[in-house]
């Protein structure tokens, strides 16, 4: 096990609606990406938060934004949810130095109907 | 052109069989590279990290080519418990952070 824990596990939400994420960082794991992943394709780099900002942004619209806690841990909050946002919303924590070596909670599947 | 691309496979090869996976990259300031394991519907797990020198870790041997942009890793004595999704992840730093990955190589081995 990683150490890295997202909540909830599954999640079914209705078109226009907003969902909030939940993960909690690695042991010492100061940085915290958030990664989408649809059926069939590799996790698509939403955001990173270092330091409660932001700092670095996939191509991904402003509806999605996150925070980061002073506890490391962080949330990705999805507002007027469409039905392409269906997928697996992945967390990850490092430590900002050493090796760039991710770790990767279960994730969440959302389901937008 | 994808950022980092991979074949998707699947890859179909008998247990005991040698299989080997390339990757290709298309920023040459790429700084970090990485092998993780994905089982059906579970997270992504590190595999390994790939080193200029290549690096080995049991059967998993991992290679770097900059000049070509191109990563390989390569399995030996191919294993039931190996049949996965293996994606190639690249990352580099410019304004922020990025971790870019590959849509992943799918490994079948069978008895």
């Known amino acids: 096990e990683t150490g890295v824990t997202q909540s909830p596990t599954h999640l079914i939400k209705t078109r226009g609606q907003q969902v909030t994420l939940r993960c909690s960082s690695q042991s010492g794991h100061n940085t915290v990406s958030w990664y989408q992943q649809a059926l069939g394709q590799g996790p698509q780099f939403i955001f990173q938060y270092y330091r409660e900002e932001e700092n670095g942004r996939g191509n991904f619209p402003p509806r999605f934004s996150g925070l980061q806690f002073p506890n490391y841990s962080s949330e990705l909050n999805v507002n007027a949810l469409e039905l392409d946002d269906s997928a697996l919303y992945l967390c990850?924590?490092?430590?900002?130095?050493?090796?760039?070596?991710?770790?990767f909670g279960p994730g969440t599947r959302l389901t937008v109907t | 052109r994808k950022e980092v691309e991979q074949d998707p496979g699947p890859f179909n090869v008998p247990e005991g069989a040698t299989v080997a996976f390339n990757c290709t990259y298309s920023n040459s300031a790429s700084q970090s590279f990485f092998w993780y394991r994905q089982d059906c519907r579970k997270e992504p797990k590190l595999l390994m990290s790939?080193?200029?020198s290549g690096n080995e870790d049991g059967r998993f041997t991992a290679q770097l080519n900059r000049a070509s942009q191109y990563i390989s890793l390569l399995i030996r004595d191919s294993k039931l418990s190996d049949s996965a999704t293996y994606l190639c992840v690249v990352a580099w730093m410019d304004s922020s952070y990025k971790l870019i990955f590959g849509s992943g190589t799918r490994l079948l081995v069978r008895p």
């Open positions: 790939v080193y200029s």
């Open positions: 990850a924590s490092r430590s900002a130095s050493g090796n760039h070596e991710q770790y």
